[in-house]
């Protein structure tokens, strides 16, 4: 089975491709939008991408992607602790304190934000694809006066040196990454347990209908559905109008769950099943 991945090596990405399917070839991509793409070209059989950090919230390209230009079920998730280090080419251990410029994916950059402002304030900051292509670019760019923020294992990679580990604002960090295919997916990883299962669909609510938001979230509350995530998103038709992506903590049923669907249909929303799957999470 080949699982494709946001790349280069050494993302954190990377990190969950290898703890969740350790035996499978793995293939880096440069974006988010590639990796989905690739599975439905048959290029790989999984895309395994970011949908939610701690610090951060969503990540709105792996969401609006998913709605808008795929058609890809959700197989499963895994949720692997972050920890963000600030590393430098090791030509410049002796001279960090004259780094110039931050390289990183946005969403390192701004959980590292309480560090970068207190330590670092002056310092530009500039957006990468992905934690490892920071620390790929500081590699191939000795002349640079940069510094990267990535993992340890981006770290060993492109040969750095950490400079100064745990800069991310708070320890409870952790980010959700979303495994996608086509095809039914076996899970057999030694270091990652199984926490539960997820159901999650979209809702669009019903143009101008009083109450409607209520009526959705009533459908779910009398029949004891617990909701552990509700988020809108823009439909991209007109401001104002909205989806909703809604995490139930339980697996697809018989009765609760269609039950439910068929309430909200009722009352002219529209809803769409992105997948019923297990939830791991790494060991830590």
């Not at 209908?209 to 823009?234: C, D, T, Y």
């Not at 109008?241 to 002219?268: Q, S």
């Amino acid at each position: 089975m080949k699982v494709g991945y946001l790349g280069p090596k050494a993302t954190f990405t990377n990190i969950a491709v290898n703890n969740m399917f350790p035996k499978e070839e793995a293939i880096a991509f440069l974006t988010i939008p590639n990796c989905l793409d690739a599975v439905l070209a048959e290029k790989v059989d999984v895309a395994l991408v970011p949908v939610e950090n701690t610090l951060e919230g969503s990540v709105n390209i792996t969401l609006d992607y998913l709605i808008h230009e795929v058609n890809l079920p959700i197989k499963g998730e895994i949720t692997v602790p972050i920890k963000q280090h600030l590393m430098i080419h090791p030509i410049h251990t002796e001279h960090f304190d004259k780094v110039e410029v931050v390289y990183s994916h946005s969403h390192a950059i701004a959980q590292c934000h309480k560090y970068l402002h207190s330590e670092w304030n002056g310092i530009r900051c500039e957006n990468t694809t992905s934690t490892a292509a920071a620390a790929q670019f500081i590699k191939e760019h000795p002349e640079v006066m940069g510094a990267a923020i990535g993992n340890e294992l981006t770290a060993k990679e492109y040969g750095l040196a950490i400079i100064k580990r745990n800069i991310h604002d708070y320890d409870n960090n952790h980010t959700r990454f979303l495994i996608l295919a086509n095809k039914q997916v076996e899970f057999k990883s030694p270091s990652c347990d199984l926490k539960g299962y997820k159901t999650t669909m979209m809702v669009t609510l019903p143009a101008d209908r009083f109450g409607a938001l209520h009526q959705v979230l009533s459908a779910f509350a009398w029949r004891k559905l617990n909701l552990v995530r509700i988020e809108s998103r823009p439909t991209k038709t007109g401001l104002g109008n909205y989806y909703f992506i809604i995490d139930l903590d339980r697996e697809m049923d018989d009765v609760l769950i269609p039950g439910a669907i068929a309430e909200l249909e009722a009352v002219g929303c529209k809803v769409q099943v992105l997948g019923s799957y297990p939830a791991y999470a790494m060991n830590e």
